[in-house]
């Protein structure tokens, strides 16, 4: 019962703080970002929270990153907090699946560039090695598309070879 009054007020809870934060602190931009707890406050008080969470970190992230913008011009360091986003899903799973392996070498590997060579534009291009690794290396089972060797043949043999023998009776 006390959740659901929760989220009701929320929307006003969020709406004082805007005007506290646009009105005293004149800050307007930060104001704002309160209006992201309605969404959090549902979500983390509507069913197993410990599961939800997983759910809800990359707009706990988001947030907290905007604050951190706007609040305090620490947008630079502020972009870590979203490092955070795979970290809980890990520890809320348990387990370490292959693709999401991909995911945090090629992080690593980007952050540890760009600290040393401090070279952080160029080397952003790395990540995209994740979709290109993990759709070679670890296909998804309920994929779209499916390839395989019988398969390529077939639309190989549909698409060039019935063409031509089309191509021929014209």
């Known amino acids: ?33 309160f209006f992201l707890l309605i969404p959090v406050s549902l979500i ?10 997983s759910e809800i970190i ?4 988001l947030i907290v990153f905007l604050w951190l913008g706007f609040g305090f011009e ?7 907090v979203f490092l955070i986003i795979p970290l809980v899903n890990i520890i809320i799973e348990k387990r370490i699946r292959p693709r999401k392996m991909v995911s945090i070498v090629i992080t690593a590997a980007y952050i540890t ?25 670890f296909p998804q089972q309920h994929a779209f598309v499916e390839f395989n060797s019988s398969s390529m043949k077939s639309k190989f043999r549909n698409i060039i070879i019935e063409e031509e023998r089309d191509e021929d009776r014209d």
């Open 44 to 53: 983390l008080l509507t069913g197993n929270p410990l599961k939800k969470l």
């Open 113 to 137: 560039i760009g600290l040393i060579t401090e070279e952080w534009h160029p080397t952003w291009i790395i990540f995209l090695l994740i979709p290109i690794i993990n759709t070679i290396f």
């Open 74 to 80: 620490l947008w630079h360091p502020g972009w870590m």
């Open 1 to 33: 019962m006390i959740k659901r009054r929760i989220i009701a007020v929320m929307p006003m809870v969020s709406l004082f703080l805007f005007l506290g934060s646009g009105l005293f602190l004149e800050n307007w931009k930060l104001g704002w970002t």
């Open 58 to 61: 990359p707009m706990i992230c």
